[in-house]
């Protein structure tokens, strides 16, 4: 199995910018496409972006062209510049390793303790 650790969150004022970072116990992410969601409070863990192993990328609509998702292979990591930052973005984000058909992302049931993203006004 898997493990996954997210780095990165703290508090940031609305408008600013975050990069949040994911890594696992087996050091590369190899031919797995990896996942980044969030979870806000009171509601449920929700996709936000995924990127293939190709770099393929895919995002829901009210973070695309705020937030980018890349893969690192120097530093086997995939990262998530989370920039524009609104007031509804706090939540805990996290990563999951798992499988992809197109952009469609399958997770797997690895999850990390996840990061806090917390934006203020």
């Known amino acids: 199995q898997v493990h996954v650790m997210e780095s990165g969150g703290g508090l940031v004022q609305a408008g600013g910018s975050l990069r949040l970072s994911c890594t696992t116990s087996?050091?590369?992410?190899?031919?797995?496409?990896v996942g980044w969601y969030r979870q806000g409070p009171g509601e449920q863990r929700e996709l936000i972006a995924m990127i293939t192993s190709d770099g393929t990328t895919d995002y829901k609509h009210f973070v695309k062209g705020r937030f980018t998702v890349s893969r690192d292979n120097a530093k086997n990591t995939v990262d998530l510049q989370m920039n524009n930052l609104r007031l509804e973005d706090t939540a805990v984000y996290y990563c999951n390793v798992g499988t992809n058909r197109g952009v469609y992302f399958y997770p797997s049931h690895s999850w990390g303790q996840g990061t806090q993203v917390t934006v203020s006004s």
């Open positions: 087996r050091g590369t992410f190899g031919l797995n496409a």
